[in-house]
């Protein structure tokens, strides 16, 4: 199964003023999305950090999956920024940890 998964809000708190380098992690669910990887998932992560400002994120991002052990197989960047998403393979966050 491929396995498409927002970062912020998803699996770590980011700050209202949107400095990513101080978002923290949620530990329960970096794990649920870890076991799914050690399962045989392919785990993208796609994120809209940047997308609005033009500032590049990767790094930064990429150096706090290391530090929180996210186990993924790509990272995407340019999500676009919206305020409802509709579709039909679709889960929100919420559901999906529930009961963690």
């Given amino acids: 199964m491929i396995i498409y998964v927002d970062i912020d809000e998803t699996i770590c708190l980011s700050p209202k003023n949107r ?6 992690p949620i530990k329960k669910n970096i794990k649920k ?3 799914m ?13 940047g997308t609005g400002s033009g500032i590049d ?4 991002t990429e150096e706090q999956f290391k530090n929180w052990g996210v186990k993924y197989h790509e990272l995407h960047f340019g999500k676009p920024i919206y ?6 393979k679709n889960i929100n966050s919420d ?3 529930k009961g963690e």
Wanted: negative net charge.
């Fill in 19 to 24: 400095d990513y380098s101080k978002a923290t």
């Fill in 95 to 97: 559901t999906f940890f």
């Fill in 83 to 88: 305020d409802l998403f509709i579709d039909d």
């Fill in 33 to 35: 999305i870890n076991k």
């Fill in 37 to 49: 990887y050690d399962n045989g998932d392919k785990i993208v992560y796609w994120t809209a950090r």
């Fill in 57 to 60: 994120w990767r790094d930064v």
